[in-house]
């Protein structure tokens, strides 16, 4: 396959030329005025850009949730990744507590099999683990272990077991990821919210302050720092968890961060809305004047990756509450929280290049580059050079696309961003030189996606 003419967009910067895709599915060719090859496909792609299919390090296309669960599976989630220019996700698999991780991790690779994109996986652990669950983990390919800080009943772990995983997955040549909020402190907050029947869905907000996500996120670098290893902190949302980060890096602590297009885009007036119920996500939306702050610290490099950490609901079942209480939820915390966005992250982030906010360059990079490198898959994924998957989008800069939930494909009935028009979308995608999307259309076949093992991350 040809795609010819388009502007490349990468970590090689920005230049018109052409891309050709051997039948091997990778990159065999790039430069000026390629000519095709007899029988080959060409794309124009004139006026456009291309760069390297996104890559979502943080989806959940299955997770049960009490009486519930997300509504999208490894095959609705992968062809609306695919339609929206993400080529490659990275889900979270769990083992809960008691529950067998290898055993947890071939379950949910099972679940993925009908993946139209390429699947990559983090593992969490909810309790501590031995060092050979470890060894084994990354020997299947998967060098990353998410932990929990929130979540006292059925996730969080304490700081021995972060320090002792920290301390493993450097030695394997993996990553702590974390989910920074001071749980303790919230499950006080949140019984007396209760207590003085404060039970309303604004309550989700008032629960979890900034503040609290700025201590976690302080608390867990300074844990990564006495074990001189890396950690990832997911779905930063505030200034202080910005700020903590940030005196982390200076530090010289091998700190990054992720944020995700929710608190970029909505703020929390949203939970005082009439279907505020369908806008909790955790950590949850904050004043606007935080997203201000995340822009910024993603143009200057002191967060690393958007991804979207989707996790979407059917309208019924978020007021259902996680009881699947036929008269609806009692009190906010019986109310799922997650939001869909797998579909619409590049477009959400191009929508800020449109604004100002970042260059083309960032978004590339934010979007595809960084999340490949930071968790192995790079050069193979989030790059156009000659060798590399030929997981290609084409990016029509014109194309309009409506944000409501009719007109996407995530398996839900609410869109968060009901009423915005994108401008700006996919053309073309391709998984490894195969059209998975085109114009705006699934064109892929269920199960071709892939389970990409990661290699341990070598560090200097
Ligand atoms: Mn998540």
Request: proline letters at 6%; aromatic letters at 6%; charged letters at 25%.
């Amino acid at each position: 396959m040809l795609v010819t003419g388009g502007t490349l967009i990468d970590v090689d910067g920005e230049r018109v030329a052409d891309v050709r895709i051997g039948t091997d599915g990778r990159i065999a060719e790039v430069g000026p005025t390629l000519a095709p090859l007899p029988g080959e496909e060409v794309h124009d792609a004139t006026g456009r850009f291309v760069i390297p299919g996104g890559v979502d390090a943080h989806t959940h296309l299955h997770l049960p949730l009490g009486a519930i669960g997300a509504s999208d599976d490894f095959h609705t989630g992968t062809v609306a990744a695919a339609i929206g220019g993400t080529t490659t996700v990275i889900e979270y698999v769990t083992a809960e507590r008691g529950s067998d991780p290898v055993q947890r991790l071939e379950d949910w690779k099972r679940r993925a099999e009908p993946a139209s994109v390429d699947v990559a996986m983090h593992m969490t652990f909810t309790e501590a683990v031995a060092e050979g669950v470890v060894a084994e983990c990354v020997e299947r390919g998967v060098t990353t272990f998410k932990l929990y800080m929130a979540y006292p009943e059925t996730l969080q772990v304490d700081d021995d077991v972060i320090l002792d995983i920290l301390t493993m997955a450097k030695r394997r040549g993996g990553m702590v990821t974390i989910h920074a909020e001071n749980g303790g402190a919230i499950t006080a907050l949140r019984r007396q919210a209760l207590a003085a029947g404060r039970t309303g869905v604004f309550e989700h907000s008032r629960t979890r302050p900034a503040l609290l996500e700025g201590e976690a996120v302080a608390r867990a670098t300074a844990l990564a720092e006495v074990a001189e290893a890396p950690i990832y902190v997911v779905h930063m949302s505030s200034a202080p968890a910005l700020q903590a980060l940030r005196a982390a890096q200076e530090r010289g602590v091998a700190a990054y961060g992720e944020t995700c297009p929710q608190y970029l885009f909505l703020d929390v007036d949203r939970l005082a809305d009439p279907d505020g119920e369908n806008f909790v996500c955790t950590p949850p939306l904050r004043d606007p004047w935080h997203s201000e702050e995340l822009w910024e610290g993603m143009a200057r490099g002191w967060l690393h990756t958007v991804a979207t950490d989707h996790c979407p609901f059917w309208v019924a079942d978020r007021h259902a509450g996680m009881q699947a209480r036929p008269d609806g939820w009692r009190d906010f915390t019986e109310i799922p929280g997650g939001l869909p966005g797998i579909e619409t992250r590049l477009a959400l982030i191009w929508d800020g290049v449109q604004r100002g906010k970042l260059s083309r360059s960032d978004w590339v990079r934010l979007c595809s580059e960084a999340p490949a490198r930071l968790f192995g898959l790079w050069p193979q994924k989030g790059s156009l050079r000659v060798g590399a998957d030929g997981d290609v989008v084409v990016w029509d800069p014109q194309r309009s696309q409506s944000l409501d939930a009719d007109a996407l494909h995530m398996a839900t009935d609410h869109s968060p961003y009901e009423g915005m028009t994108a401008t700006g979308w996919p053309s073309l995608v391709t998984v490894r030189g195969r059209v998975v999307a085109e114009d705006g259309r699934y064109v892929g076949e269920p199960g071709y996606g892939r389970f990409v093992e990661r290699a341990p991350i070598v560090r200097d």
